[in-house]
């Protein structure tokens, strides 16, 4: 074959070899999106507001209905009563701490009135000052109700027959009973058997019984380990003793540890000795509280 046909021939085949190539390359591969393309595929905005505007339709909707109005009612309450509760929570703490000034003013206008000296002080210093003063008030207020109290059981006393003598009141008991007994009967009336703290008071009740012309028994009782040998329930210290020695009181019996008045024998010497079981009248003694009274005379 002439050599230019066979060229010829092979470029032939060639070109469409290459073209077969290329057509399968294009095939397999990947191909690019033109702009124009891309643009088109891609979301359009105005799909969003479309959705907004569907929401504010549904809000819209649910707000026109049964439901929504009814909530919204009540909304509408809450808020109501909230803001009434804030604004009188709001006045009633202006007034309490109006109040508070005007207390606090009250307390200054009082001490310096009350203690002149005090306007030297500052604020803390004068309320401090006012509030020892109110203290003292305060337990001067409880003091007086318990003197109120003290006053009614005197009174309540002496209209039962209890006797008076100098600030001391007495009952000399109609009942015999055992030393032991007459002890609780006069702790029942909140007194004590009476114990003898001066000559006086010996005289008084020695006189007593003679012209009741009976036996008393009195709140003093034997102990060898007590300075004279006795002691007084009521814990006064046993300063002087008043036996009937006429009569050799106190005798050695044993067993005789309780002490009586006797209305047979001389004044101011009318102790004697006898049995704790002995059955007789006694004396109840009481005597104010010395809160009360201060330095007696």
């Keep these: ?31 690019r999106k033109k702009p124009e393309t891309a643009a088109k595929q891609a979301p359009a905005q105005p799909a969003a507001k479309g959705k907004t505007d569907d929401l504010w339709k549904k809000g819209v ?19 109501f009563l909230g803001t009434v509760a ?37 604020d803390y210093g004068k309320f401090a000052m006012v509030v ?26 002496l209209n039962s027959g209890w006797r008076v003598f ?4 007495y ?3 109609d009942d015999k009973v055992s030393w032991p007994v007459a002890v609780n009967r006069c702790q029942e009336v909140n007194t004590h058997l009476a114990s003898i703290t001066t000559q006086e008071e010996e005289l008084y009740i020695d006189t007593e019984a003679r012209n009741k ?17 006795v002691e007084w329930i009521s814990g006064v210290d046993t300063k002087v003793t008043y036996w009937d020695r006429s009569t050799g009181q106190p005798d050695a019996e044993t067993g005789e540890d309780c002490i009586l008045i006797s209305n047979v024998c001389p004044l101011l ?3 004697h000795d006898y049995p704790c079981f002995l059955q007789t009248k006694y004396v109840c003694k009481k005597s104010p509280d010395p809160k009360f009274m201060g330095h007696m005379p």
């Design 1 to 31: 074959m002439h050599p230019w046909k066979r060229g010829r021939k092979t470029k032939q085949v060639f070109h469409c070899s290459f073209s077969d190539i290329k057509g399968k390359g294009k095939k397999n591969l990947p191909q």
């Design 61 to 79: 909707t649910w707000v026109n209905s049964p439901v929504g109005k009814a909530a919204a009612a009540c909304a509408a309450t809450i808020l």
């Design 86 to 122: 804030l604004v009188t929570v709001y006045v009633l703490n202006y007034k309490k701490h109006a109040q508070v000034l005007a207390a606090q003013q009250k307390v200054r206008d009082f001490a310096n009135t009350y203690y002149p000296k005090w306007n030297s002080m500052n």
């Design 132 to 157: 020892n003063l109110s203290d003292y008030f305060v337990n001067l207020t409880m003091l007086n109700e318990e003197l109120q109290l003290e006053i009614d059981d005197v009174r309540q006393k």
């Design 166 to 169: 100098r600030w001391n009141i």
């Design 171 to 173: 009952l000399f008991s």
């Design 213 to 229: 012309r009976h036996n008393f028994w009195i709140g003093v009782k034997k102990n060898p380990k007590k300075p004279h040998g």
């Design 269 to 271: 010497s009318c102790w």
